[in-house]
């Protein structure tokens, strides 16, 4: 008993890694929701309208210049919408099934959060990678196994439903995941072709991967893997023109029709992590990880290179998370039976293709 | 007529993938995101209002601060949601404009009712009634949503009147009592 508080209540190392924990938490969930004031305001710019720029702060407001920055912005926009979900009545509807309509929010967010631990930012000046797991080799194989996971989600919440419109969601977000995990599998191994060497035994990180980027970028050398890749996580991350789960015009909300209050806010929370994290992975994958720019790996030493790199890193995200955002709005949604045909017909056999000819490529180059 | 025969090719493959559309559309979304926004912030800015608007019904006064309005109830008969109430009255012997003889006693218009259609804009003989500028109506009861007539005159104010009919009328009359002496 002693030993067991000694080893993890009163270990260093046991604050130290909570405390990081707790930093990627909130940070992964300030992205989440400040990607919902991008989408709200990237959709009016879209539209020609203004978007959130009332909700403010009797204290903020009373700042001089950055007080009503924030306002316009809408920056304090996304805690108005958190508290609201929060102090909503949590309503439990009589016809579902209770236990797993409430296991399903945490069931969706869960995979959203421990995806994130694999996740790489940026490189200390002592070569260290700034992430929440240092030295995992299987990095992209543990991402994909767990972000799959948050359908499980959305389909114990269609089911427990207990009604049409979120089964018939639930349903299609199943079969759009299996069908486009394929693609997407097969894609990644194109480039993992590429990069792992096998005297190395972390094939699979996602460190080494961004190392293997120092010079040129994947996405030039692979950009059909790149461009299936980036299909398949719109259709992963559940986005237009993939949503087929929520698809509001034809099914109400989708898998979330019967949800309010603050379950609605974390099946919320979860897609946009979803998103966060697709965008990582292909950030990781394809555009360079913390380089800076495709031919200049490094711009200057220490700690001023990794800010650099964490900077780029972020700002690559931010920059991902508005392409999700503008594809949204331009792009209409894919009926159910197109979006099985893309995937199976389309997708699918160019993965492969693809896959063997360099495969071919390597065999021959020796 | 010479027939013209529609081209019906089929899609290249170009645009069965998609992507060129794709491309396109960002493109039409980008410069729309550039373009600055076409909203208006409603409370403190307010829209210009054109000409010939047919907003909240009023009543109005020619320049002299004469009361059109003769309560002939043209405008209660044509009202199609029956929203307009008049109670007709006399005006006295002893008022420089008796000869106009009548003038409404109260005139009630209930905007719960109101269509904003014209007609009784359009109907009226004395030019009396305008649907003016005014688009916001607001009330707490169901009695603040009816314009009584004194309500109508304050939002009517004075128009600029073209004819004077009644003014001409009584220099007509005038004139033809001294003809006849």
Known sequence: MEQILNDLVLSPAWYYTAARGLLVIVVLMSIAAYSVLLERKASAWIQGRVGPNRTSHPVIAWIPFLGTFLMKGGFIQPAADGLKFLFKEDALPGHVRKITYILAPCVALAPALIALVMLPFGELPNGKIITLCPGADVGVLFMFAISSLGVYGIALAGWSANSKYPFLGAVRGSAQLISYELAMGLSVLTVFLATATPQENNALSLVSMVKAQTGIWNVFVHPIAALIFLICIFAEANRHPFDMPESETDLVGGFHTEYGAFKFGLFFVAEYSHMVIGSSLFILMFLGGWHILPWVPTIGTGVVASLLGLAAFFIKLAAFLFFFVWVRWTVPRFRYDQVMRIGWRVLLPIAVANLIVYFLWYAFKG | ?181
């Not at chain 2, 979304?29 to 926004?37: A, K, Q, S, Y």
């Open chain 2, 1 to 181: 007529m010479a027939i013209k025969v529609v081209q019906r090719r089929p899609l290249s493959l170009a645009e069965r993938t998609y992507l060129p559309q794709i491309l396109a559309g960002l493109k039409v979304t980008w410069d729309n995101l550039r373009r600055p926004p076409v909203t208006l912030q409603y409370p403190d800015e307010r829209p210009t209002i054109p000409q010939g608007y047919r907003g909240v019904p009023t009543l109005v006064r020619d320049p002299h601060g004469r009361e059109k309005c003769v309560s002939c109830q043209l405008c209660e008969f044509v009202c199609p949601p029956k929203a307009i109430r008049i109670t007709p009255g006399e005006i006295s012997e002893t008022a420089e404009n008796t000869h106009v003889e009548k003038a409404p006693k109260e005139f009630e218009i209930n905007m719960l009712r109101c269509i904003y259609c014209g007609l009784c804009q359009e109907v009226c003989p004395e030019e009396a009634i305008w649907l003016q500028n005014q688009y916001s109506m607001t009330g707490r009861t169901r009695e603040e949503m009816v314009n009584n007539k004194a309500k109508l005159y304050e939002l009517g104010g004075t128009l600029p009147d073209s004819h004077y009919k009644w003014d001409k009328k009584k220099a007509e009359a005038e004139k033809q009592k001294h003809a006849h002496h």
